[in-house]
């Protein structure tokens, strides 16, 4: 779903009544009364083959100051930015009112594209609303009735070569993962180039540092920062080329990403809608800095903030910051590498950078170890390396024998890169415990010095492949055949 929808427009012209229809439940609440909805609700919506994600929001009234009102228009306003399109309803029994014109003014200016929908438009009592609408100068309205159903035909036709644009522009940005190898092990690892930059997520808590970082990184102020947490509310990247000490320059697209808390503590909804926006981040990145205040590091959150990149399959590089503060460093650092392996066992070996995003010291590290990262991502190992490597294994340790059957293990192969995927063939597949599988996953990352990155290792089935089989008994049948014939 790479297109994101924002169904937006002043109180009661039946937002969430369309958006309980787009995503075929009744998830947001509906009522005559105006100003039901406060919050931004997301849903999957569906349309015929349309797939897209679609957000319900408060109705836009005309009110800028720190009240109820105000906040949610300033919410409201977030989702418009954030969104692909902006779906502008109006009620077309009522006609165009003051506050529907100078909210077609705010989009024209913020959104991408806006597509005009005149909403209650059953019946002839509509028609001179909705011809009132060619007046807001956002072209022609789409003639909808969100309570019935009537006109998501028209919507589709309008939706469908923006939802292409987006799909294709969600291809063009995504990083290539899970790349397929031929049998020889050989594949072209993707160049970083101008045109593809090497695509890095800093993600962490909120007020580890993620912004100042940053704007070190780019050597100028370009994001806001402060000492309050939380600055940040929404993924934003980065075009830079990021020089070493000798002028070697790498492309590199950086997302900062807004601090991700514990899911019951974060209570306010643009704190959740920056968070999600977050997590498409790292989906999107090929190497995912996770950043630690040096004061609290590893906290809970932390954790499963590391864990995600992992699952996502990505290069992950921890990043200590605020360091320059630090008084007994080595001691620290001792203690950092010990919580480090010992609660995150999948990512043993990642890259373990000391960094002061205040001073800029450590940021030549931690460009190598990006770096580096992506390199071990991208690792290629022969088939042939593979299973003289796999009969080593299997001799000093071999695999159990369950209910007296042991497991063969036969044939070893990298099937992918991005994150490197290895294939074993064997009996019984079902039966290895995942004990044997992290003994071989431990063994490929440090005999193929492979730290830190995420490794696939599957058991594949095989048939007995035993040429013979059969031969012996079908040689002794013709055996007796014959020596019958001659008796």
């Known amino acids: 779903m790479s297109l994101t929808l924002a169904i937006v427009g002043r109180p009661n012209v039946g937002k969430s009544t369309l958006f309980n229809r787009l995503v075929g439940k009744r998830l947001a609440l509906v009522d005559d009364q105006p100003g039901v909805t406060r919050d931004l609700r997301e849903g999957e919506g569906r349309l015929g083959d349309l797939r897209f994600t679609v957000i319900d929001t408060a109705g836009l009234e005309d009110a800028t100051d720190d009240s109820l009102q105000g906040r949610m228009r300033r919410l409201t306003e977030r989702a418009v930015d954030m969104a692909d399109v902006c779906l502008f309803m109006i ?30 438009a059953e019946g002839n009592a509509a028609d001179a609303g909705v011809l009132e609408a060619y007046n807001l100068g956002l072209g022609e309205p789409v003639r909808l009735s969100g309570e019935h159903g009537e006109g998501m035909t028209d919507l589709y036709t309008q939706l469908m070569p923006l939802a292409d644009a987006a799909e294709e522009k969600a291809v063009e940005d995504a990083p290539e993962t899970d790349i397929d190898l031929d049998e ?11 045109a593809k930059p090497l695509q890095v997520a800093v993600v962490g808590r909120p007020n580890a540092g993620k912004s100042t970082l940053i704007n070190k990184i780019i050597g100028e102020d370009r994001l806001l920062t402060g000492p309050e947490a939380g600055i940040t509310r929404d993924a934003i990247s980065l075009r830079i080329d990021w020089a070493d000490p000798d002028g070697e320059t790498t492309p590199m697209r950086i997302f900062d990403t807004a601090g991700m808390r514990k899911k019951a503590k974060v209570q306010e909804k643009l704190e959740k809608l920056s968070v999600s926006d977050g997590l498409r ?46 008084e007994d460093k080595q001691e620290k650092l001792r203690d950092l590498k010990e919580s480090f392996e010992r609660l995150l066992p999948q990512l043993r070996g990642a890259p373990l950078v000391t960094v002061s995003a205040k001073t800029g010291r450590g940021l030549e590290r931690l460009r190598a170890a990006i770096l580096r990262a992506y390199d071990v991502w991208n690792r290629r190992v022969p088939t042939a390396a593979l299973n003289r490597w796999l009969t080593a294994m299997l001799e000093q340790h071999p695999p159990p024998a369950p209910q007296g059957r042991r497991i063969k293990l036969r044939y070893m192969t990298q099937a992918k890169t991005r994150p490197p995927g290895f294939v074993v063939m064997c009996s019984h597949p079902d039966k290895m415990p995942a004990s044997y ?37 079908k040689n002794a049948g013709a055996l007796a055949k014959h020596l019958k014939g001659r008796a």
Do not use: C
Request: proline content about 5%; aromatic content about 6%.
């Open 184 to 194: 020889d092990g050989e594949g072209e690892t993707p160049l970083i180039t101008a």
């Open 91 to 120: 009620d077309a029994r009522v006609g165009i009112t003051p506050t529907d014109e100078m909210f077609a003014e705010i989009l024209r200016k913020r959104s991408k594209h806006v597509i005009l929908a005149a909403n209650k």
């Open 437 to 473: 599988t992290r003994y071989l996953v431990n063994g490929l990352r440090e005999d193929f010095d492979m730290p830190g990155t995420p490794i696939r290792l599957t058991l594949r089935g095989q048939g007995d492949k035993n040429p013979y089989k059969g031969r012996r008994k």
């Open 281 to 326: 981040a790292v989906k999107f990145a090929e190497v995912v800095v996770v950043l630690l205040d040096a004061a609290i590091p590893f906290e809970q959150q932390d954790l499963r903030i590391a864990d995600l990149a992992e699952r996502e399959g990505r290069a992950v590089v921890v990043a200590i910051n605020k360091w320059d503060i630090e």
